[in-house]
């Protein structure tokens, strides 16, 4: 079972940020905190990961709350090629086994 | 650099008939691990070969099973196949000891049965 909840579904304007949240509030000390994206009809993109500080990359940025129950994934100015739906997964670095949840549909809109 | 590539695009079976769905990894990647992502789900870890070996597996059982090659390909092979099967199957790829630990996902092969 996915150890992460993720809204359903959310609306972004174009250009705007779009922040995703994503709650993980059993996650273990050497667990690190993945976000992947599926476009349709591709399969899953890796996007970003970290452990306990924040992280920024040329795709997004991830905010790990303090406790590390809670993260979000920052688009910081989405288009239309950003809809898709984001899957927020926790697992030890070392560990091949992802476990996906249902993610959250985003739907940039013009 | 060739990414990870699945064959078939997709596939049409019958009840209780048996399939065999194969995956490329890329490049310089030793590890394969397969899912399964029914319609409207997210992807459902099947298992994973790390050199020639399973190495974890998923909740499934015993008729979905597989191989890796010494060139690192796979195949996913199901038997007895159930209505419930049908579905996209997901191949991804690891490097050896990436930083990263990131899994490059092949297009899937769309499996319907009928």
């Known amino acids: 079972d996915a150890k992460t909840t993720q809204p359903t579904s959310m609306d972004c304007a174009e250009g705007r940020a779009a922040n995703l949240p994503c709650n993980h509030s059993?996650?273990?000390?050497?667990?690190?905190v993945y976000w992947y994206r599926q476009i349709h009809s591709q399969g899953p993109q890796y996007i970003i990961h970290?452990?306990?500080n924040n992280e920024t990359n040329e795709m997004a940025s991830l905010i790990i709350t303090e406790d590390r129950k809670s993260s979000t994934l920052i688009l910081p100015h989405a288009t239309l090629r950003d809809t898709a739906v984001y899957y927020c997964?926790?697992?030890?670095?070392?560990?091949?086994?992802?476990?996906f949840g249902a993610g959250t549909r985003l739907t940039v809109k013009p | 650099e060739t990414g990870v590539t699945q064959s078939p695009t997709h596939l049409i079976k019958t009840r209780g008939q048996q399939v065999t769905l194969r995956c490329s990894s890329q490049?310089?990647?030793?590890?394969v691990s397969w899912y399964q992502q029914a319609l409207g789900q997210g992807p459902q870890f099947i298992f994973q070969?790390?050199?020639?070996?399973?190495?974890g597996r998923g909740n499934f059982p015993p008729r979905f099973s597989g191989l890796q090659f010494p060139n690192y390909s796979s195949e996913l092979n199901v038997n007895a196949l159930e209505l419930d099967d049908s579905a996209l199957y997901l191949c991804?790829?690891?490097?050896?000891?990436?930083?990263?630990?990131?899994?490059?996902f092949g297009p899937g092969t769309r499996l319907t049965v009928l």
């Open positions: 991804a790829s690891s490097p050896p000891q990436g930083l990263r630990n990131e899994q490059f």
């Open positions: 997964i926790v697992r030890p670095l070392n560990n091949n086994d992802m476990r």
């Open positions: 059993t996650i273990s000390g050497n667990e690190y």
């Open positions: 070969y790390y050199r020639e070996e399973e190495n």
């Open positions: 490049s310089g990647h030793n590890t």
């Open positions: 970290g452990l306990k």
